[in-house]
């Protein structure tokens, strides 16, 4: 039977595989000196964060965690913590549980009396749960939740006012955007534990087909409307993945990207200092954006025809088959085609191997205003002990067990398969240029952080996201509306979802 560290309790009923429980053995063979934190990166400049410039600074620091953080919380304290997050599961990578694994054997090494109660939760399961939770008083004194969710529980004032700072953090070393997604009115509630951005993903060998320039994918939006028509018109191939399906995350994480490029948003969520108050989305530059999704849609049909109902998921068959030519999605998509051309046969295998050998990544195209893509990521937040089970929050231990997670060594191996470090001198580690030389196509992915852009942060965004946004696309696309009643009618739609609140 497998061992687990001192002071670590999982609750395997929530783990949902005993298989998983046996990779908790594994041991971290490595020590690092200690990084002063006067080392951090500083606010990152969009021009410098290059694919070179990441590469240039992967692995030129070395970092201490046991270390830095004893300083905020002595290893010889004894308390006990509950947490919740969302685990590698059976469908993970092996390689993610490895690597949770030996976080709880190296937390459990530095805080040999800090007892933790482990829960794991299903991504679908869990926001419902922990609203249950929080509700019946039966909340994690800590739990690690996906950007957008952090916000509800704030605003509900269930979460603690918690941030880098009391983990031994400045705030200089996160992103902006994801500072921007723990603070609600003014008060910071989390801290960021990993973010990720998309990039642009096209076939080389359809480009060339099309009479386009197989290394270079469009640098506007513009563009990309034209690219998708002429590959459209000169091979009968589609040009772009369009997405559009309604109560699906996918459609805003490819649509918003247009809208803060043409000046617009659902609110003012691009602006530095949002007010999340002025509805932008029906602005010249919101019509804009839409008629650009209208135009591939409806007037070249040069996208899928099932872009109504389609996922990034339905958009990897025809990707892998040759037949369609750019997607917009995470650098793990170029490990799902592999494994998608590994499991073909015959002539589709052929296929699918030069689909794979033909893979780019390049930016999310600009627009008028800026270039922009979707800041994702997850959070790390300590709740309130009003709503916690047995109504107290052992506080050194939530910082212990922040400082450790969040640090420049762990929000970096965490991330390890498809993300990236929420601190930012986790990109000058050893790990990342670990990662860099392992997964393709990572320092395209990464170079887009610089360009991120948070959900509003408030609690009404995911129905604003899933259901009104993509309704939106759906009411233009489908001709049920003008482009500029479309726009109009969501605007009507938030401010009434806003004001409600």
Known sequence: MTQFPKGIRVLPRLLGSTALTTLFGVGLVASYLHAPHDAAAQAVDPADWTPEYISSIAGTIEVDTAAECSAVVPSDYEGKLTYWYIAPNEASPLLDHEIDAQFWEAFGAAYPNIEVEIQSQDYNQMLNKIRTAAVGNAAPMVARLPILWGVEFAAKGQLSEFGPEDVG???????????????????????????????????????????????????????????????????????????????????????????????????????????????????????????????????????????LTNTQTENRDPFIANQLAMVISHPSEYAAMIDRAARATGQEKEIADRVVANMRYGLIPRGPERRAVVFGGSNLHVFNPDVVDGGEVDMEAAKALVCFWAGPEWSTKISWTNSNPGNLRGFQTSWMKERLEEIKFLDVTTSMLAHGVPFPVIPESPEIMNIIVPEMLQNALTEKMSVAEAADDAAEKIESVISGF
């Open 169 to 307: 953090y400045s705030v200089e070393e996160f992103w902006p955007g994801a500072m921007k997604s723990v603070t609600w009115r003014g008060n910071t509630y989390g801290v960021p534990s990993n973010n990720e951005t998309m990039a642009l993903v096209w076939n080389a060998s359809i480009f060339e087909e099309a009479g386009l320039d197989p290394e270079r994918g469009p640098d506007t939006w513009e563009e990309l409307v034209q690219f998708s028509n002429q590959i459209k018109e000169n091979t009968g191939k589609n040009g772009y993945g369009l997405v559009a399906r309604t109560n699906a995350g996918n459609t805003p994480f490819r649509f918003m990207p247009q809208l803060w490029a043409y000046s617009a948003g659902a609110l003012d969520e691009a602006n530095d200092a949002p007010t999340y108050e002025t509805i932008a989305i029906n602005s010249d530059g919101g019509k804009a954006a839409l008629q650009l999704s209208y135009d591939m849609y409806v007037r070249d049909k040069s996208v899928p025809v099932s872009a």
